[in-house]
T-cell receptor, first 111, second 117 residues
């Protein structure tokens, strides 16, 4: 079992729709969870992070964390073509502060 | 605020040659990371420095890869000799202080794309 799993996609959504990206992790003691966006040929850039169970909103983005079920998700409201990118989930395992990345989910927002 | 700087941006070498990458983190960031990102995969941590000490190098292929961070600022990553499977983007990242969740946000440089022929 991979430590951090994401569906590689592509996930296609129409412009204006809600995109839902999911990530599961294997280490139950993981502490911190990060979502990065990576455009083709570019480096990852942080969208948001979440530490506590529940939802965290930042503009059009909402991160949801459920530690009991060991998943974290990212919702993108009012999706725009400029949101088309690969979204990377990163998890900090228990006892460390390093990141374990998933393989990323490629999102395509159709105009 | 200046971001993480890396050079070169692109490098093409023959297998068995050596190559070195340079990284300058964000000013004041104590923690520096080197990642390898193969096409279609997420970044894989190679080595993590806290100031000029190594925190984690468990996934660094030490028979061919080496890294140093002199004076706790700039860092270099070297591959010698290179293999075909080393073709990847090498990303450098830094964080304010990698020892606590509140200061663990990592900021990435533009990366170096390495092609080994």
């Amino acid at each position: 079992q991979k430590e951090v799993e994401q569906n590689s996609g592509p996930l296609s959504v129409p412009e204006g729709a809600i995109a839902s990206l999911n990530c599961t992790y294997s280490d139950r003691g993981s502490q911190s969870f990060f979502w990065y966006r990576q455009y083709s040929g570019k480096s990852p850039e942080l969208i948001m992070f979440i530490y506590s169970n529940g939802d965290k909103e930042d503009g059009r983005f909402t991160a949801q964390l459920n530690k009991a079920s060991q998943y974290v998700s990212l919702l993108i409201r009012d999706s725009q073509p400029s949101d088309s990118a690969t979204y990377l989930c990163a998890v900090t395992p228990s006892g460390t502060y390093k990141y374990i990345f998933g393989t990323g989910t490629r999102l395509k927002v159709l105009a | 605020e200046a971001g993480v700087a890396q050079s070169p941006r692109y490098k093409i070498i023959e297998k068995r040659q050596s190559v070195a990458f340079w990284c300058n983190p964000i000013s004041g960031h104590a923690t520096l990371y080197w990642y390898q990102q193969i096409l279609g995969q997420g970044p894989k941590l190679l080595i993590q420095f806290q100031n000029n000490g190594v925190v984690d190098d468990s996934q660094l292929p030490k028979d061919r890869f080496s890294a140093e961070r002199l004076k706790g600022v700039d860092s270099t990553l070297k591959i010698q000799p290179a293999k075909l499977e080393d073709s990847a983007v090498y990303l450098c990242a830094s964080s304010l202080d990698g020892r606590g969740p509140s200061y663990n946000e990592q900021f990435f440089g533009p990366g170096t794309r390495l092609t080994v022929l």
